[in-house]
């Protein structure tokens, strides 16, 4: 795989490796929000709330609207695309490898049904 151009995308899901974070992701997913709003249901003080906005909001993943938050549509549908580029790259590999290991088996006699 090819590490370079996958960095960015480590880069903005790490932002999402914080609970507090998807938390806010998946209810600005449903409706926009304000500060007050995600303060409340969350149960977390204001300025806890601004710094994973801050975060969520520079990595692309919300936009600030007037007065409120919303998700960016387009930063959804990428991490769809990367997760399904990521589980192909995976399903590559296993495949490989367990061809690789059936291959040994054989040759070492093991697995034939003997």
């Known amino acids: 795989m090819n590490t ?3 960095t960015p995308i480590l880069e903005r899901l790490s932002a999402l490796g914080d609970e507090t974070r998807t938390r806010i ?6 409706s926009e929000m304000t500060v007050s709003e995600l303060c409340s249901v969350l149960q ?13 909001t520079s990595e692309g993943w919300i936009e600030a609207t007037i007065g409120a938050f919303e998700t960016n549509a387009e ?13 192909d790259e995976f399903r590559l590999r296993h ?12 040759l070492k006699g093991i697995g034939r049904g003997d």
């Open 4 to 6: 370079t151009a996958t």
């Open 44 to 56: 977390i003080a204001q300025p806890n709330i601004s710094r994973h906005l801050k975060t969520l």
């Open 75 to 87: 930063s959804l549908e990428a991490v769809k695309n990367a997760s399904e580029l990521v589980c």
């Open 25 to 30: 992701l998946a209810l600005l997913e449903r």
């Open 95 to 106: 495949s490989q490898d367990q061809l690789e290991i059936d291959g040994s088996l054989l």
